[in-house]
């Protein structure tokens, strides 16, 4: 069975930190490469870092130096650890394959306060 499921999100003021943890099904994490993405109101869902099975990662410029993603093979579990959070980066935060799948978990929502 496909299952997504995200963890972690919360309310923090801007500068904060934040770690999400998701918890994929074998048959997903399988797939060489994790990533995570978000999506604001108002916008489309876009991709935030992502990680391939080596361990070998990429991130959106507006996240670069402040997030970290990361893998856990053995647990089928995928991290993001987010530090010197902005009010930008206010979302509903998605793991998935990348590329992603069709199917995808609730999303944990993260908002920073200004």
């Known amino acids: 069975q496909v299952q997504l499921v995200e963890s972690g999100g919360g309310l923090v003021q801007a500068g904060g930190s934040l770690g999400l943890s998701c918890a994929a099904s074998r048959t997903i994490f399988s797939i060489n490469s994790m990533g995570w993405y978000r999506q604001a109101p108002g916008k489309q869902r876009e991709l935030v870092a992502a990680i391939t099975g080596g361990g070998s990662t990429n991130y959106a410029d507006s996240v670069k130096g402040r997030f970290t993603i990361s893998r856990d093979n053995a647990k089928n579990t995928l991290y993001l650890q987010m530090n010197s959070l902005k009010p930008e980066d206010t979302a509903v935060y998605y793991c998935?394959?990348?590329?992603?799948?069709?199917?995808w978990g609730q999303g944990t929502q993260v908002t920073v306060s200004s």
């Open positions: 998935n394959a990348y590329p992603p799948i069709a199917v």
